[in-house]
C-alpha cells in the first residue's frame, strides 16, 4: 500500500483491494466473513437493541448487507 494515500473505507474499491492484499485463499475467506458478519455502528444507529440481544446484530447486518446487494 503506498504511503500518504487516503482510501474511503466505505467504498466497494477499499474492500476489493484489501481483498487482493490477501495472500491465500483461506485469508481472504476469512477477511469476508468478518466484512460480512461483523456489526458496525451502521447496525448500532439503524436497530437500538438492549444489551441481551446485541448477538441479534449480526442478523441486522445480513439483513442491511442483502438489502443493499437486492438495491444493485
Same mark, same amino acid.
Given at each position: 500500500?503506498? /504511503?500518504? $494515500?487516503s482510501?474511503?473505507?466505505?467504498? =466497494? +474499491?477499499?474492500? &476489493?483491494?484489501?481483498?487482493? *492484499?490477501?495472500?491465500?485463499?483461506?485469508? &481472504?475467506?476469512?477477511?469476508?466473513? &468478518? *466484512?460480512?458478519?461483523?456489526?458496525?455502528p451502521?447496525e448500532?444507529? $439503524? $436497530?437500538?437493541?438492549?444489551?441481551? *440481544?446485541?448477538?441479534?446484530? /449480526?442478523? =441486522?447486518?445480513?439483513? /442491511?448487507?442483502? +438489502?443493499?446487494?437486492? /438495491?444493485?
Amino acid at each position: 500500500m503506498a /504511503r500518504g $494515500v487516503s482510501y474511503e473505507k466505505q467504498q =466497494v +474499491s477499499y474492500f &476489493r483491494l484489501m481483498m487482493r *492484499l490477501r495472500e491465500h485463499r483461506a485469508d &481472504r475467506l476469512r477477511f469476508l466473513t &468478518r *466484512l460480512t458478519f461483523t456489526p458496525g455502528p451502521g447496525e448500532w444507529e $439503524v $436497530v437500538r437493541l438492549p444489551k441481551p *440481544l446485541f448477538p441479534l446484530y /449480526r442478523l =441486522v447486518r445480513l439483513a /442491511r448487507l442483502a +438489502s443493499r446487494f437486492a /438495491r444493485g
